[in-house]
């Protein structure tokens, strides 16, 4: 009480506040308007705007005051950073508080992947709300290191810092009924339930929002987003490395809709985050497309923090936390400083605040069983095979039909029509699974390249040219205890380690990024022109996202969740 009635007399401006934000434009999302004024803070909150005297004060002299900005779901594995890295890498550039949900980490850790990241993100200049992974594994299509259940997201759903359960990934489960992803949902009951449904529509699509699902990442189609506003769905507007849907589907926001769309990442990697930035780069990209600057800063604050039921965050007024972000041209819209409850902890690029110490770090979790020769497919006399069709930019991939190359009585890669081979071993339980398909779209004229990272299992995946590039990528992750790898020829060209989990580094930013440049430019050099390689074989066994993918139980049709043949 006494605290209150301290705050309570700063804001009647009876005795001074530790900080005024002195002659702001301050863009005020709770009325839609931009206001000149000052803004008094005080014990890291803001006590109110008006005249008001402090102990120090901070003349913006005419800059844009903003509140810090906001990402609505995000997988912080995918930046390949611990979360004080992570930090240093999007504070810079406005970023407030991410809803982060740690998926990949539970896949592969279970229930002690959720409390290393609640633990790891403790006491940084942004904050970190937990959703709690509602699939793992994701489908019943592939081999994960756990299996959550509802039971056990009943343990941690009373967490404070857990804000919902995350993307229910089994939709046709939701639609269905199925008594087990029903119950994940009754557990969300009260907080935020994230829905991730592509493609779906019609009626199973209101059985889906019937169901409680309340939000969806996955639209990139503007008509698909559409319909799921009109069935009452928050529209998160996807921006990430591989997933670039909001050109395709922003121009479903207008004044009136504004206040149910909000942005997200879902994955970006480390060096797109310094680059290009987070969610600053959507809110640019927004206004570049049409959207008023005031709405697309909305969609950044306010509508993220209000859907996700974040208190006190989002806004510049009174009782909210001070977490603001200052500019100079509401158009161009970069980030000059950044604040996080009245703290400068970034300026004009540069990270500012300290990060406490690391983390340990969890279990290994390298247990490989294979062979060479299970990577071999015999011809048999098939004619026609499946073959996964990557499309740039985007997470889903095409199924087309090829007539295979062989050779000695084995299929093999044609790097001429630029069909390589494409492995994915078990990684977690030695169970000695492998999966074995094809790929189009790479365009590697030679080694391979291999990775940890394999959503969302995160088993090991491999694209090469030739079995023993193959063999030699897979034996060096094993080495590396995970990680990723360029092979030319039977040589390592260049490689990023990532001991947590399978999927994350421990090395500082600057040296993650300059080892995944390396790696690009490796996979460049063996005839890539993909813009993100890794990434892209990240996704090729996301067995929930259409049409075809490959896990350690072989190809899948994504689109009916079931298995189906190499052949034709």
């Known amino acids: 009480m006494r605290n209150l009635n301290h705050r309570l007399a700063v804001a009647r ?5 530790e900080l005024l934000f002195k002659n702001a434009r301050i ?28 102990r120090k004060t901070i003349n913006l002299r005419g800059a844009y005051l903003a509140p810090s900005l906001i990402d609505g779901h995000f997988h912080i594995e995918s930046a390949q950073l611990t ?30 992947g959720i409390r290393y990241v609640l633990e790891s993100t403790k006491n940084l200049p942004l904050d970190f709300f937990i959703m709690l992974p509602s ?3 994701a489908t019943h299509l592939e081999t994960a290191g756990a299996r959550i259940t509802a039971d056990d997201l009943r343990l941690m759903i009373g967490d404070d810092r857990v804000a919902g359960v995350a993307e229910l990934m089994n939709y046709p489960g939701v639609y269905l009924g199925t008594k087990s992803e029903l119950a994940k949902i009754e557990v969300g009951k009260g907080k935020a339930i994230d829905g991730h449904a592509p493609g779906l529509r019609g009626k199973n699509l209101n059985a889906y929002a019937l169901a409680g699902v309340r939000s969806d990442h996955e ?31 922003i121009g479903l926001v207008n004044p009136h809709n504004a206040a149910n769309c909000s942005f997200a990442t879902d994955d970006k990697l480390a060096g797109d985050l310094v680059n290009e930035g987070h969610i600053d780069f959507a809110v ?36 909210y936390w001070a977490d603001f972000i200052v500019f100079d041209d509401l158009k161009k819209f970069k980030v000059r400083q950044t604040y996080k409850k009245g703290v400068l902890v970034a300026e004009d690029g540069k990270y500012l605040a300290k990060n406490s110490a690391a983390t340990p770090l969890p279990r290994s979790t390298m247990n490989l069983r294979y062979k060479p020769s299970d990577f071999v497919v015999r011809a048999n006399g098939n004619k026609r095979i499946k073959v996964i069709e990557i499309v740039p930019n985007q997470i889903v991939t095409k199924q087309i039909i090829e007539k295979p190359t062989v050779f000695n009585g084995e299929i093999v890669a044609d790097t001429k029509r630029d069909i390589l081979k494409l492995v994915v071993v078990e990684r977690h339980h030695a169970t000695g699974n492998v999966g074995v398909g094809f790929v189009h779209g790479f365009n590697l004229k030679e080694g391979a390249i291999a990775s940890t990272v394999a959503h969302d ?28 790898v360029a092979v030319r020829d039977g040589k390592i060209v260049a490689e990023l380690p990532l001991p947590i989990a399978g999927l994350v580094s ?41 049409e075809l993918k490959l896990t350690d139980q072989g190809l899948i049709d994504a689109t009916h969740l079931k298995k189906t043949s190499l052949f034709v």
């Open 506 to 546: 421990d090395k500082p930013l600057g040296e993650v990024i300059k080892r995944l440049d390396k790696l690009n430019a490796a996979a460049r050099a063996m005839g890539c022109k993909l813009e993100a390689p890794f990434m892209t074989l990240s996704f090729l066994s996301l067995s929930p996202i259409p």
């Open 13 to 17: 401006g009876e005795i001074p506040a």
């Open 135 to 137: 699939c793992v594994p």
């Open 219 to 249: 639209s990139t189609e503007l008509d698909e987003a559409r319909e799921k506003l009109r069935a009452g769905m928050h529209i998160l507007v996807r921006e990430g490395s591989t997933e670039r849907n909001l050109e395709h589907i």
């Open 284 to 319: 640019r990209k927004a206004i570049a497309h049409g959207v008023a600057p005031i709405s697309a800063i909305q969609m950044a604050t306010i509508n993220t923090a209000r859907h996700y039921r974040l208190q006190n965050l989002g806004a510049i007024a009174p009782r």
């Open 457 to 484: 299992a995160h088993n090991v995946v491999v694209a090469g040219t030739n079995t023993a590039d193959i063999c030699v990528a897979i034996e060096r992750l094993e080495r590396l205890q995970g990680g990723q």
């Open 27 to 54: 863009v005020n999302v709770l009325s839609g308007e931009i206001h000149e004024g000052n803004v008094a803070v005080d014990g890291g909150r803001v006590m109110g705007v008006g005249d008001y005297k402090a």
């Open 83 to 112: 979360a004080g890295e992570f930090a240093r890498a999007v504070v810079p550039h406005g970023t407030g508080a991410l809803v982060i949900d740690p998926h990949e980490y539970a896949n592969v850790l279970g229930l002690d």
